[in-house]
């Protein structure tokens, strides 16, 4: 036993002195800052190999106990080869960049885009105002999907759906009718039936190289970004060999004790009667599935999310290709309590008079796969074409419960029952991008890139049925009786064919180097939209009665009291033809940088209707050319400081739907459209410094001011001078400011990330009030009344405290937003504006590494399980008898909802 033991102490001492370590770290030879992420390797061995941690030090073992040759290899940095030996420890190592020259514009090297390091260095490199987020930040985040990353950058807030879910962008105060979205540079259609912009909770984030969002727009970039153009950089072909997959699965916190109503897809009629007969077929029951009366309650099923990313180069580098894949199953829960409003005139306050309890039960599916290839025929020319598909399918249950706030207000009895409804409702949307481009370059001096695009966006939600019981009261007694049902199928699209051109020339004058940059594009946009609609009542004269007649929705007999279906303006074809051409020069001298230029663009926007109301015209159009001058400046006071000041002038659009002449009828005010509804024209102007004390830290302040003429607002407004509706009109003129700053740090282990945003804005809209005149009698008038704009929060905070010990392998994230109350909905009334209380949430994530290449992973969302409130900023003491109100808080709480927290957990591999 003792021969044995010293044999194995002896064998272990050997193999000891067979391998040793070497430490050391790697700088940038120019600006002596450490480099992350350089890849270090043995030249004998590959397999043998290491990288940089966040303060360029490494650690990498040696076989055997003599001299090697390791090889320190960066993008964008020139490949060193130095000997080591056991004694060489610690080593510091200086990379040199690689240098081109293309005219008098220097380009160093090629830089990581998708690392924090590569996008503090375009943000401090950038010709305009610009904030990034890199895949490895938000792979390393609580956030799955584009929404949710956003809103932690500065000045964004989202605007949610109603299952929780982050939705649509709120940039700067400017609602998101003022955004637009691109992917890969190009701007894409959106599914929305009625607007232009873009579900952004459709878009896993871990198809994305990095995101951005511009805040100043230069001539060559479309002009109605009012606050900001976000841009999402897809995953990029990689130089070598890509494998990487993630898979995992989770829980929502909100059904840990309640039960998910369900329906089954397969039930599920995609095309209406009319759509399968034509517009004369008169339909009867058996014409129509049992989706929407056949829903169960169950477990709800687990959370679930996979990825996989393939890709490398091909035929001596110059075939890259990237295939990557995602998809996210999610079951989302919301519990609601609204109530139904009513203005008293005499008290100019509203009186409550319906509370209604509503839980949702969705269940969503988001997807996407792209697929992108790029050729290099030379270093002069290049040519990528990317495809992709991002989609959503959402099966949704809403239970509402109605309690008539005017009866005797007695809720533990039930007796104040008034109404129960069910709404199931499946929602499929997807977009779909094709795009060509190609890169050239020409005698050193002279550069041209060209695409052509096609992209379509869809939205369907057929066999959308809702079903509605009553309460016939018996005394006392509730008596349940069925009272009507309603199908749905409503169905757009929205097509859009593009051409982009752009050619820049280089020069050297004296002491400036000058660009000379002209291009234009034209896109032709189609939009069609469908909706038909079916109403049902009881089959017997007299109504079925729950419990007794019936009890199930399946076991109710209904006749169809419309049988060829209700068309409306719902139903309409649009187009638009943008064209543009733009003219900009980049003027450089010294520390002082200036782009200058100006973009001309022409909207021709039309419509037809296939069902106008009589008398109406069935087609419109509007026409108009705008002259859209920019300046973007850049003060370089240090290779770590910029001074950046930028004007612009921008558009916003109407939206499709909104220059159609239609008239609904709601349940109390008639909507309308505006066929001479203006567009916005705004003036902007931005100051922003800018500090990067370290290669991935940065501190930048700035302020930005916008002036807006003719704001497009909702109101009440007459048209023809005859009849008073509720719909789109341009108000006045608004004004927009604030103060936005951001920090990143880094100290050891630790980091620090931080923004805010101040911002305030005012908008004067006339408002109705009822007061009454000398005579005693109540009259009707109009005064008006300055407020912020709609989805304009004045405080907005993002922080992010993160621990990342490289040789633990252990990353960790702490991540808290702020915002404080914004208005939701203007009211036509006056102080009756719908506001959103203030709101922080919670999330985090950790993560830990077994070597180089396999991890896992845990993502929690929303931990607090803040509420969501809304109310309006007045209070009658008619209301303090009803369950969750408080007169005394000044308020009259309208909604109030709950969605409960999530969390993911699973492992991840990277080749």
């Not at 829903?295 to 393939?310: K, M, V, Y």
């Not at 509730?478 to 009507?484: G, P, Y």
Request: charged share 20%.
């Amino acid at each position: 036993m003792k021969r044995t033991v010293i044999l194995i102490y002896s064998l272990c001492i050997s193999l000891l002195t067979f391998a040793y370590n070497i430490k050391g770290v790697v700088l940038d030879k120019e600006t002596k800052e450490p480099l992350i992420g350089v890849s270090i390797y043995s030249k004998d061995n590959t397999a043998i190999g290491t990288t940089t941690d966040l303060d360029g030090n490494f650690t990498l073992e040696i076989s055997g106990n003599k001299s090697s040759i390791i090889i320190i290899s960066y993008i964008g940095f020139e490949v060193q080869e130095i000997k080591i030996s056991k004694d060489s420890s610690p080593v510091r190592i200086y990379l040199n960049p690689e240098t081109q020259h293309i005219g008098t514009v220097q380009i160093i090297g090629t830089l990581k885009k998708n690392t924090d390091n590569g996008v503090r260095m375009m943000e401090k490199q950038a010709n305009k105002v610009v904030n990034m987020v890199s895949a490895k930040s938000m792979e390393l985040s609580p956030d799955l999907n584009v929404a949710s990353v956003l809103q932690r950058m500065s000045g964004v807030t989202m605007e949610k759906s109603s299952s929780g879910q982050g939705q649509y962008a709120v940039l700067r105060g400017m609602d998101k009718r003022y955004n637009y979205t691109l992917v890969n540079n190009i701007k894409i259609p959106s599914p929305d039936n009625k607007n232009r912009y873009v579900p952004l909770n459709i878009f896993p984030s871990e198809l994305l190289d990095r995101l951005e969002v511009s805040k100043s727009l230069t001539p060559d970039m479309e002009s109605d970004a009012t606050g900001g153009a976000i841009n999402m950089i897809m995953k990029d072909c990689p130089e070598n060999l890509l494998l990487q997959a993630n898979i995992g699965a989770g829980y929502e916190s909100m059904f840990f004790d309640q039960k998910f109503n369900s329906a089954s897809r397969s039930q599920i009629q995609n095309l209406s009667p009319r759509d399968i007969n034509g517009k004369d077929y008169a339909a009867n029951v058996s014409d129509f599935s049992k989706y929407g009366s056949r829903n169960t309650q169950r477990s709800a099923l687990p959370n679930f999310a996979g990825g996989i990313a393939l890709g490398n180069r091909f035929f001596g580098n110059r075939l890259g290709v990237i295939l990557a894949g995602s998809y996210q199953g999610n079951t989302k829960g919301n519990n609601s309590i609204l109530f139904d409003d009513v203005m008293n005139q005499t008290e100019e306050t509203v009186r409550l008079s319906t509370m209604r309890n509503r839980s949702y039960s969705e269940r969503l599916s988001e997807y996407g796969t792209h697929l992108k290839l790029d050729y290099d025929f030379n270093d002069n020319n290049q040519i990528k074409w990317y495809n992709g598909i991002i989609g959503s399918n959402s099966t949704q249950i809403r239970e509402s419960q109605a309690t008539n706030l005017s009866l005797n207000y007695q809720p533990e009895s039930g007796n104040s029952l008034e109404n129960i409804e069910i709404r199931s409702r499946y929602t499929q949307q997807n977009i779909f991008v094709s795009n060509l481009q190609g890169f050239h370059r020409f005698f050193n001096t002279l550069s041209s890139d060209w695409s052509i695009v096609y992209s379509k966006a869809s939205n369907k939600r057929p066999d959308n049925t809702y079903v509605n019981l009553e309460n016939n009261r018996n005394g006392f007694e509730n008596h349940i009786t069925a009272d009507n049902s309603e199908k749905r199928w409503e169905q757009n699209s929205d097509q859009d064919i593009a051409g982009y051109f752009n050619l820049e020339g280089y020069k050297k004058i004296g002491t400036f180097d000058i660009s000379l940059k002209i291009g234009g594009m034209y896109r032709h946009k189609t939009r069609s939209n469908s909706f038909v609609s079916y109403l049902f009542t009881p089959e017997s004269s007299s109504r079925p009665v729950y419990g007794k007649d019936f009890t199930g929705l399946d076991e109710i007999a209904w006749k169809v009291s419309t049988p060829k279906g209700s068309v409306g303006p719902l139903n309409y074809d649009a187009g638009e033809d943008n064209s543009a051409v733009y003219l900009m020069s980049n003027i450089t001298r010294g520390i002082f940088n200036v782009i200058v230029g100006a973009r001309a663009e022409f909207t021709n926007q039309n419509y037809y209707m296939f069902y106008p109301a009589a008398g109406d015209d069935p087609k419109g159009k509007q026409q108009y050319v705008d002259l859209l001058p920019s300046v973007n400046t850049k003060l370089t006071l240090s290779d770590k400081m910029n001074i950046r000041a930028s004007y612009f002038k921008s558009l916003n659009r109407p939206g499709f739907f909104e220059i159609v002449p239609f008239s609904i009828i709601n349940e109390d005010y008639m909507e309308f459209g505006n066929k001479d509804l203006k567009r916005a024209i705004i003036h902007n102007i931005d100051l922003r410094w800018e500090l990067f004390p370290h290669i991935s830290e940065q501190i930048m302040a700035g302020v930005f001011y916008k002036k807006i003429k003719t704001p497009i607002e909702y109101a009440y407004h007459t048209i023809n001078n005859r009849q008073f509706g509720y719909g789109p009109v341009n108000l006045g003129n608004a004004t927009n400011y604030g103060v936005e700053i951001d920090l990143i740090k880094r100290i050891g282990d630790f980091e620090f990330k931080g923004n805010y945003t101040y911002t305030h804005s005012s908008i004067t809209t006339p408002k109705t009030v009822y007061r009454k005149d000398e005579s005693g009698k109540l009259k009707k008038l109009s005064i008006d009344q300055t407020r912020p704009l709609v989805g304009q929060t004045p405080h907005l905070a993002n922080a992010t405290i993160g621990y990342n010990n490289k040789q633990l392998g252990t990353n960790i994230q702490v991540s808290g937003s702020y915002s404080s109350e914004k208005i939701v909905i203007a009211s036509h009334y006056l102080n009756s504006d719908y506001w959103q209380g203030s709101l922080f949430t919670l999330d985090c994530s950790i993560e830990k590494k077994f070597g180089n290449k396999i991890g896992c992973f845990i993502k929690a969302s929303n931990l607090l399980n803040t509420p969501i409130k809304r109310y309006i900023k007045t209070t009658n003491p008619y209301n303090e008898k009803y369950a969750y109100q408080d007169v005394n808080s000044g308020r009259t709480l309208i909604r109030e909802d709950k969605i409960g927290g999530s969390i993911l957990s699973g492992i991840r591999y990277t080749l």
